[in-house]
């Protein structure tokens, strides 16, 4: 069986990408930059295509941005300058105790099945004091635009919160 999020590799990148997800350039970036330290080291957990790795690299900090996909990876990679990303565990990131200053999980955690892990993972690469932020896309969160859409994008169709 062919992993979904390496499948769906480019069309992520195409629909998720600068601008292209109205929700991402309109709450959830401001929203981080908001709350990202103005200088340090940043992991971005699950990065993805690298939006927010990214926006916190523009905004001076040194980023890891690390996902389980390796063609999420690869090409995220190939956009130019900024972040080092790295195919990678949540639950075994391969960093240094207390070696960065902020971490990022941008609607991640609900794709991540061994939390308690992920989470002490977490612990051990941040620094003491330093900034974790947690985005959440859940039904019981809702945000303006949020409810049910029916993606007639995967065969068979799935229908899913935003």
Known sequence: MTDPW?????????EF???????????ILPLIQ??????????????????VARLAAELGLKVVGLDPAFTQV???????GGPAY???SATDVGL???CVDAAVA??????????????????RVMRPGGTFLLLLNHPLLQTPG????????????EQYWR
């Not at 390496?6 to 195409?14: F, G, K, L, M, V």
């Not at 690869?74 to 130019?80: D, E, P, V």
């Not at 949020?146 to 169709?157: A, E, F, K, N």
């Open 146 to 157: 949020s409810g049910w859409i029916d993606d007639q994008v995967l065969d068979p169709p």
């Open 17 to 27: 990408t600068n601008g292209a997800d109205p929700e991402y350039t309109e709450q």
């Open 6 to 14: 390496e499948e769906h590799a480019d069309w992520w990148q195409r």
């Open 106 to 123: 941008c609607l991640v955690f609900e794709h991540i099945a061994l939390i308690d892990p992920a989470l002490a993972e977490l612990a």
């Open 74 to 80: 690869a090409l995220a990679g190939s956009r130019a």
């Open 34 to 51: 908001q709350h990202l330290p103005g200088s340090g080291r940043m992991l971005d957990m699950g990065c993805g295509e690298g939006q």
């Open 86 to 88: 790295f195919q990678g």
């Open 96 to 98: 240094a105790t207390a």
